[in-house]
């Protein structure tokens, strides 16, 4: 063996050619590979960091009719606070029933210097669910969740260190948290993050008061996910028929059945689809790598005849030459498995850049693939590349052996040292052939799946989000002395604006693309026809500044915008036009405004905006003006239109806010355009994967195919210049090769595509603005694909030309 492996590697480094090719196309396989079972270990199949993870649970809601989206899947079971002791009582199969909520909070550490920070409300049985401990003092008392105790906090170990120094005398000191001061009880470990690592510190979740939360459980010892449904179920049904329903949500009639789910299937699920259809792409990748080195490998051996022909002509047996063979491939293997090794670290580095997106809880999620930051090359996933290495060395090997090196093979090979062409086996189309309508297939599998998403995404960038996202800032202001009043948003209006370079500033209740909805009752003031419908519902009610619009670059479709002299004037959007409610010109009518007893007056219709995000379908949508009716979010949404990049313009209005509220803190930073990318990131990232697999996996083909017509021209060299000899021209010789390779290239391109059109019907949740069975993607990925893949056949085919019979006919 030790021979064998030192004469491979001496034959390796004379064809650097060869070897550099095998080692590339074999470094692309296995390492997309590696990079996508990383993904697939931290992702779907590594437990969640807690004390038997696998039985914390989620309570979903299923719904009769379809999910009405707004940005983020609607799932989620929620009771009112009031009702959670009422579902602790009556669920024996849930050993404990927290709530949690991510916030963010204003802390004065240093009190000239305020931070907003990410925290979480989170309720005792939560931290009990979890099993968690602190590292210092305590966690919350079951006393802290009534509303009137004295307000406490427990630090992450990061804030512990980063603001108080690790300091063991933290514990009893007081920290402003929203001007409120709490008591530090406890520091929580290093290791310890819920519901994510962004969260600073913890506060007690008050179940005080009216709010709906969604529950977070733990399935009692020896309970079943069936049984812990059937039970929850009962219960909620029972809750559901009692309770106060609010606008747009569901009857008790119109739910389905609520049912628990594990956490970690929660957190999957959004991108479990689109992670086993990378992984699939990433398969036929591994796959097509091992076909073409395969294919190759058939090429090398069959010029070296001569050689295997010495080496039985010396008294090589089949299980000699094979593990000469063999020793050959495991080598390649080897070099190709440790470069896939970096390959695999680069992928993972930009899937994680590719997948950083604002950290804001607010916004419509982005890409969201939980855990991504766990993703690494790590034990796991280098035992996985040594398996895969070994395999495919393995099965490259597998079919050079049993061309050359079985004893039918090897017992004709010495008639090659008088005769190399007594020597010759028989071509063997069908395998080639075999090996080419594979290779064909399974790009165009990855291929028609790239474009899909490539597709996709590009129909959802050219979406008009109804609104100018460039050279627009946006940003909360937050204070707790003004808490959102009119008078103060009206002050930071009025000074934003006369900074040089703005040109229209104004504020909102609810930015586009923030998740959260908002809504109030809309009816004529006067009466209208018996045939006129009613207003549609749900229907989203805005309170906006008389300059948001302008600063939003919002069209205006028909009438003009709200002004400063505006009494009572409300702004309709295309949609709620459209419905008829005020009849054909809804422009001047009058309408009844969330129960205001004055009307107010439609002064305009303003282009249809995707408030929640540009997958969504708009919403019938009011705005109104702030100044009559004041917003209900303590910290509005502020958008400054400006000269040149927002970013530049970010000292300026933190000064200019300190100046009027030296409390006031600027929070959620960001251009829209940053705001609209965030929205978009999932699909692009999804998009710029598939893609990147399609490409490699076409690359691999075609250079397969190159292959294959090459080892065709090489073997049938003899047989051409006869032909050309007797009298054949060269162009009708070039068409024989070429008829026989496009012939398996139309094969594999009509199975590949049947195979994609049954597999992309799974994509059918995750594409916008196509189907699965797009004929356009499939019409111009096929076109094109069989266009170069008639190039890469023409390249090697075209030496038919150039062989001269005397010189081909001389050869021995």
């Known amino acids: 063996m030790r021979q064998d492996v030192r004469h491979a590697l001496r034959q390796l480094a004379r064809s650097p050619g060869f070897t550099t090719v095998v080692v590339v196309t074999l470094a692309v396989g296995i390492g997309a590979s590696t990079a996508i079972f990383s993904v697939i270990d931290a992702v779907l199949l590594r437990p969640l960091p807690y004390p038997d993870s696998h039985r914390l649970v989620r309570v979903i809601e299923r719904t009769a009719g379809p999910a009405k989206d707004i940005g983020y899947r609607q799932s989620l079971a929620s009771v009112w606070t009031r009702d959670l002791p009422v579902l602790r009582a009556q669920t024996p199969t849930l050993s404990h029933v927290g709530v949690y909520s991510a916030v963010t909070a204003t802390v004065a550490v240093d009190p000239g210097n305020p931070l907003r920070l990410a925290a979480s409300r989170m309720s ?8 968690a401990r602190p590292a210092l003092g305590r966690i919350f008392l079951a006393d802290e969740e009534n509303a009137s105790a004295a307000p406490v906090v427990v630090l992450s170990h990061s804030m512990w260190q980063r603001d108080f120094g690790g300091r063991a005398d933290v514990l009893g000191r007081s920290l402003l948290v929203d001007d409120t001061p709490a008591t530090i ?10 519901p994510d690592a962004r969260t600073e510190f913890w506060l007690p979740f008050a179940l005080g008061g009216r709010m709906r939360v969604a529950p977070i459980a733990r399935l009692a010892d020896g309970v079943t996910a069936e049984a812990a449904s ?4 009962a219960v909620l049904r029972q809750i559901r028929e009692t309770e106060a329903r609010l606008p747009g949500m569901p009857a ?6 609520f049912e628990v789910r594990t956490l970690h299937d929660h957190l999957v699920a959004p991108v479990w689809t689109v992670i086993v259809a990378i992984a699939a792409a990433g398969a036929c990748v591994l796959l097509l790598a091992c076909v073409n080195v395969t294919n190759l490998l058939l090429t090398r051996n069959a010029a070296r005849r001569r050689e295997l022909a010495v080496r039985i002509a010396l008294g090589a047996g089949p299980s000699r030459v094979a593990r000469y063979v063999l020793a050959e491939t495991l080598i390649l293997a080897a070099a190709g498995g440790a470069a896939g090794v970096l390959f695999a ?21 982005g890409v969201s693939i939980p855990r ?12 996985f590349t040594v398996v895969v290495t070994l395999g495919v060395g393995l099965l490259v090997g597998l079919l050079p052996i049993v061309r050359h090196a079985l004893p039918r093979h090897t017992n004709a090979l010495p008639g090659a040292l008088t005769d190399i062409a007594s020597a010759n086996v028989p071509a063997a189309p069908g395998g080639r052939g075999a090996l080419l309508v594979a290779q064909t297939a399974l790009a165009t599998v990855a291929l028609i799946a790239g474009g899909l998403f490539v597709h996709s995404f590009l129909k959802l960038a050219s979406v008009d989000p109804g609104y100018d996202a460039t050279h627009l800032l946006t940003f909360n202001v937050r204070s707790s002395r003004s808490a959102g009043s009119v008078p103060f948003c009206e002050e930071v209006t009025e000074r934003l604006r006369s900074l040089p370079g703005v040109k229209a500033v104004g504020y909102t209740e609810i930015l586009p693309m923030v998740r959260f909805r908002t809504g109030g009752p809309l009816a004529p003031a006067h009466p209208m026809p018996a045939d006129t ?30 002004r400063q002299d505006d009494e009572r004037a409300v702004l309709l959007n295309e949609t709620l036009a459209r419905s008829g409610f005020l009849g054909r010109q809804p422009v001047g009518q009058q309408v009844l405004v969330a129960g205001h007893p004055d009307p107010f007056e439609v002064v305009g219709i303003v282009g249809d905006v995707r408030q929640y995000g540009l997958d969504q379908e708009p919403d019938p949508q009011v705005f109104v003006d702030a100044r009559q009716l004041p917003p209900g979010n303590p910290s509005p949404y502020f958008a400054m239109r400006v000269d040149g990049s927002p970013a530049a313009y970010v000292a300026s209005v933190r000064e200019a806010v300190r100046h009027i509220d030296s409390s006031a803190v600027l929070d959620n930073v960001a251009t829209m355009q940053q705001v609209v990318s965030n929205a978009l990131s999932r699909p692009r990232l999804f998009a710029v994967l598939a893609a990147t697999f399609a490409v490699a996996g076409g690359l691999l083909a075609l250079i397969g195919i190159f292959g294959v017509t090459a080892y065709a021209v090489a073997q049938r060299t003899r047989e051409l210049a006869i032909r050309l000899a007797l009298g054949a021209r060269p162009l009708e010789l070039l068409w024989l090769v070429m008829r026989q390779a496009a012939g398996f290239t139309v094969a594999g391109l009509v199975v590949g595509m049947i195979a994609s059109a049954l597999l992309s019907r799974h994509l059918r949740g995750v ?9 356009a993607t499939f019409a111009v990925v096929s076109a094109a694909f069989f266009a170069v893949a008639i190039v890469a056949t023409f390249l090697p085919a075209r030496r038919v030309t150039r062989v001269d019979p005397a010189i081909t006919l001389r050869m021995p």
């Open 124 to 131: 005792l049985a939560v931290f009990d669910m979890l099993g």
């Open 185 to 194: 009880v406890g520091v929580m470990p290093a290791q310890f993050e819920f």
């Open 230 to 233: 059937a039970n929850v179920d």
């Open 252 to 257: 008790a009639s119109e739910v389905a059945g």
């Open 345 to 365: 670290v680069g992928a993972v580095s930009l899937l994680q850049r590719l997948g950083t997106t604002l950290t804001r809880t607010d916004l419509t999620p």
């Open 372 to 383: 991504l930051q766990e993703v690494q090359i790590d034990g796991a996933a280098l035992l």
């Open 533 to 562: 419908p009613p207003p549609p519902s749900p229907l989203d009610m805005r309170t906006v500044s008389h300059g948001f619009t302008t600063a939003m670059g919002m069209r205006i479709v028909a009438g003009r915008s709200l």
């Open 767 to 775: 594409l916008f603005g196509i189907t699965p069975l797009d004929p």
